[in-house]
């Protein structure tokens, strides 16, 4: 008998241990399956995110690399512009040191201010640059005139000698007819 109540308690302890397991830890052991399911896919969405970032940030450096070699480029481009414009500032201030020497006057030449596009400023930067006559003006290169005028600064931006000799060397030449005739043909000193 003892052997029957053994295992009549051995029965209902294995039914009350099932009871409590269908009870009490399989809804819990299925919530957690869930939640660890939930937790897998946030986990693999958030794995995608990451590497969209990844290769944002992959874009962005890129990005930055283009732009600082455009930045030293530029940075190179400043610094050839800064050393043009010191250039151009020293041989306007030697221009102006000459300009104001006492007792020395510039040489007496032909009237440039004759010639279509020149006036009297332009007509003392020429003649403190050395080209005092018609002969001289129309020996002088159009790219040197351009020089010069680049020296004397943004005043003379707008001035165009490019028919500035072809007019230098018709005064030279006495033909003022034809220098007439051919400032005519022209607006500001420039062909129409």
């Known amino acids: 008998m003892v052997v029957w109540y053994a295992l009549i308690g051995f029965l209902i302890g294995w039914v009350v241990e099932w009871l409590i397991d269908v009870a009490y830890w399989r809804p ?19 794995r995608e995110r990451a590497k ?18 455009r930045l030293q480029r530029l940075e190179g481009e400043r610094d050839r512009y800064r050393n043009e414009r010191d250039a151009a500032l020293a041989e306007l201030r030697s221009f102006a040191v000459e300009a104001d020497r006492p007792g020395e006057a510039v040489a007496p030449g032909d009237d440039l201010k004759r010639i279509e596009g020149i006036g009297p400023k332009i007509e003392r930067l020429l003649q403190r640059a050395g080209v005092r006559t018609f002969e001289e003006l129309a020996a002088t290169p159009v790219a040197r005139l351009k020089e ?28 003022w007819d034809e220098l007439a005739a051919y400032q005519k043909m022209l607006k500001g000193g420039r062909g129409r």
């Open 148 to 175: 010069l005028l680049a020296a004397g600064g943004r005043r003379f931006r707008l001035a165009d000698p490019g028919t500035w000799p072809q007019q230098a060397r018709l005064a030279a030449e006495g033909r």
């Open 28 to 46: 819990r052991l299925r919530s957690a399956r869930a939640e660890l399911e939930t937790c897998r896919q946030q986990l693999d969405d958030e």
């Open 52 to 69: 969209l970032f990844q290769a944002k940030i992959e874009a962005l450096e890129e990005e930055a690399k283009g732009l600082r070699a």
